[in-house]
């Protein structure tokens, strides 16, 4: 079972790898952020893909995030264990608090959410956004370790880079939403429809603008170093008990979401989306 894992260049710096090597891989859909860093940890391959690049040179909306999930897919990984620093909306969700979330709201604007469109529609349930049984072994994992974790809540997704007015962060605390972060979306939705398992391990870095002293990025950083010890050991801890089997639908999510008849299908859109939805393009 190969593992990628999406995040900032702490969590890659802490694991201990074996027969490290690093790939460049190309897609359809353009460069991904950074070459993918190839190894072994505890006899499971993992994949370690650098977000904003290697010298966090890419803001949230310039992430490529269609041709990072179509890397992971191409060099063989399955589950995807994300990384988030986010703010929280809640008093009770300090900073240096972990959170799996089990559900987003979506307030981006510019991102190409979809392998799909021009000329092949596919609809996919996202009813559970995160994969509820890597989002479970997350949890349990993190159970076996020291950090202090809520286990689900609203990820609020914003489009960034800016963080948020009050205005906003008030309103996003009305609705019981939890936390606040730019970079979740659309990586669910590319990875649902590249059927393959995601979830996100999320470090808590400030209390958005809620509160009367605001956020500044220096203490966003510095709580986001503070946090990368204990969403390592969970990665860690994640990867060394992952189950050999996956026991969710991820793995069939477009089984019957393409509606577009086979005939209809423009050849030129074929090739990109081969390796995604090959098995489908013709069911209907």
């Not at 900032?8 to 952020?33: I, N, R, W």
């Not at 019981?176 to 398992?197: H, K, Q, S």
Request: charged share 25%; aromatic share 6%.
């Amino acid at each position: 079972m190969t593992v990628g894992i999406i995040g900032g260049s702490g969590v890659y710096e802490a694991l201990d790898l074996e027969q490290e090597a690093t790939q460049y891989v190309d897609t359809p859909f353009g460069e991904p952020s950074g070459r993918l860093t190839v190894g072994q940890l505890a006899g499971e391959e993992v994949v370690f893909l650098p977000r904003h690049g290697r010298n966090h040179s890419l803001s949230p909306t310039e992430v490529p995030y269609r041709a990072n999930i179509h890397a992971l897919k191409q060099v063989g990984v399955e589950r995807v264990l994300s990384t988030n620093a986010v703010g929280s909306l809640r008093e009770d969700l300090p900073p240096r608090t972990l959170v799996v979330p089990d559900q987003y709201f979506d307030r981006t604007k510019q991102r190409p959410m979809s392998f799909f469109g021009d000329g092949v529609v596919a609809h996919l349930s996202m009813a559970d956004p995160y994969c509820p049984h890597t989002r479970e072994h997350l949890v349990d994992s993190a159970d076996a370790t020291d950090a202090d974790l809520a286990d689900g809540g609203t990820y609020v997704c914003i489009e960034g880079p800016q963080f948020s007015t009050r205005a906003e962060s008030e309103f996003y605390r009305s609705n019981d939403w939890d936390i606040i972060g730019m970079t979740t979306v659309p990586e669910a939705n590319l990875a649902r429809e590249a059927e393959l398992c995601y979830a996100t391990l999320t470090g808590v870095t400030d209390y958005d603008v809620w509160r009367e002293e605001g956020v500044t990025l220096a203490e966003v950083q510095e709580n986001a170093a503070a946090n990368e010890a204990a969403i390592n050991a969970v990665l860690e801890r994640a990867i060394r008990t992952l189950p050999d089997e996956r026991d969710c639908d991820c793995g069939s999510a477009l089984a019957g979401a393409i509606t577009t008849p086979s005939e209809a299908i423009p050849v030129e859109k074929r090739e990109p989306l081969e390796l995604l939805a090959g098995a489908y393009l013709d069911e209907r």
